[in-house]
C-alpha cells in the first residue's frame, strides 16, 4: 500500500477534480481489490439523466491487489472487472482514466480490464541497495555541484511534521508563476492546510538556505518505506547556487538514516524520453526507474457516444474522456503528462 491509496489523499484533489473521493472494495474468496478514485459530474445531460466519469487523483493509483501471493489474481481481476462494470451502470459512470502506480506495478495486473498504454518512465533514487546512494546513484557530475554548493554556504534542513507550510507555499507559487505553470498546479490555502490536516505526520519538509534565507523548498510524503517527491519550488535569483542539487542530496541522506527504501522523484513534463526534466532527474536516480502506465477504460459506450455527438467530438481521440476535451484543451494533457 502507499499513500495514494488512502481516502484522504483522494479528498485532497476533490475540489481541484470538482468531484467526490470514492473507494469501491471487492472482496472475493480469492482477494481483494480496493479502488479509490475521484467521481465527476457530466455536464452535459442525456435524457435528462445526469452522468458521472471517473479518474485517479493527482498522482498514481488505480485499483490494487490484496491476496495472498498463491491467488489467482487473473480470475479476481475478471469478477472485479463484472463487479465493478455493474456498479459503474448502476451509478451512472460513463467512462474511467486511471494513472496506474509506477513503483507498485499494479497496471500489469489489469491490462485485461483497461487499455492500458504506456507513457513514461519515472525515476527513484534506490536507498535500500547501496551503502552509500549518493555515490552509487548521483551523476559525478552533480556530487560536484552539490560539493561547490555546500562549500559556498549552501545548506539544508529537514523538518518533520512542520506546524505551517506558510513559506513553502509562498516559495512554490512564485515557482509556479515563474514556469508559467497550468492553474490546475496552483494548489491554495486550504489544499496546504489538508495536508497538514490529514498527512501531517507523513511529511517531510526539505529547505535550502543561504545566508540564514531560505532559497528552496521541497515537500515529501514518507510513508511505509518510500519517499514521494511532491512539491518544490526554488527562488530564481539564487539558481545558481543549485538549491535544487542540495535539496536532493538532503532528501536521499535523511531518508538513507532513517530505513527509507526509495525516494521517487517522478517523471518528466512530456512523454520524450529527451524530456528535460526527466533527463534532470536521472542525475539522482541513474540506475532506478519504473515504468508509468496510465488506463483507459468507457464503461458505459452508448451514453458515450451520446455525449461525445452532443458536446462535438469525435469519440475516437487523443483526448480521454474525448466529451471533455473542448472544455478546456488542457485537461487532458495535464491528465495523461502527470507523473
Known amino acids: ?111 485485461d480490464c483497461y487499455e492500458v498504454i504506456f507513457t513514461r518512465k519515472t525515476v527513484g533514487t534506490n536507498l535500500r541497495d547501496y551503502e552509500d546512494p549518493v555515490q552509487s546513484e548521483f551523476s559525478k557530475s552533480t556530487r560536484k555541484n552539490i560539493r561547490h554548493a555546500m562549500r ?70 514518507f510513508y511505509n518505506d518510500t519517499i514521494h517527491t511532491h512539491l518544490s519550488g526554488t527562488l530564481s535569483e539564487y539558481h545558481h547556487l543549485s538549491p535544487v542539487y542540495v535539496m536532493t542530496y538532503g532528501i536521499a541522506v535523511w531518508g538513507k538514516e532513517q530505513g527509507a527504501h526509495l525516494v521517487h522523484a517522478g517523471g518528466g513534463t512530456s512523454n520524450s524520453p529527451d524530456d528535460s526534466l526527466y533527463l534532470f532527474k536521472k542525475k539522482f536516480g541513474q540506475h532506478t526507474e519504473f515504468d508509468f502506465y496510465v488506463g483507459r477504460k468507457v464503461w458505459n459506450p452508448a451514453v458515450y457516444d451520446k455525449v461525445c455527438e452532443a458536446a462535438g467530438t469525435v469519440c475516437e481521440t487523443e483526448f480521454f474522456p474525448a466529451y471533455r476535451s473542448k472544455e478546456t484543451e488542457t485537461y487532458n494533457e495535464i491528465q495523461n503528462v502527470q507523473a
Do not use: W
Open 1 to 111: 500500500m502507499d499513500i495514494f491509496f488512502e481516502k484522504n489523499y483522494g479528498k485532497l484533489y476533490e475540489e481541484i477534480e470538482d468531484g467526490k473521493c470514492e473507494v469501491f472494495t471487492f472482496t472475493h474468496s480469492l482477494g481483494t481489490v480496493k479502488h479509490l478514485f475521484i467521481k465527476r459530474e457530466v455536464s452535459i445531460r442525456i435524457g435528462g439523466e445526469t452522468y458521472f466519469d471517473i479518474v485517479t487523483p493527482y498522482g498514481y493509483g488505480g485499483p490494487i491487489i490484496i491476496c495472498g501471493e498463491d491467488a489467482d489474481k487473473a480470475e479476481l481481476v475478471q469478477e472485479f472487472k463484472a463487479a465493478f462494470q455493474k456498479h459503474c451502470l448502476d451509478e451512472k459512470i460513463i467512462s474511467e482514466f486511471v494513472r496506474f502506480h509506477p513503483v507498485l506495478g499494479n497496471a500489469k495486473d489489469f491490462t
Open 152 to 221: 559556498n554556504g549552501v545548506d539544508y534542513r529537514v523538518t518533520v511534521n512542520p506546524k505551517s507550510l506558510d513559506l513553502f507555499k509562498e516559495i512554490y507559487h512564485i515557482n509556479m508563476k515563474r514556469i508559467g505553470a497550468d492553474t490546475y498546479y496552483y494548489f491554495d490555502e486550504p489544499y496546504f492546510s489538508k495536508c497538514l490536516q490529514y498527512f501531517g505526520d507523513k511529511i517531510v519538509l526539505v529547505e535550502a538556505l543561504y545566508e540564514g534565507q531560505v532559497i528552496g523548498a521541497e515537500l515529501h510524503f
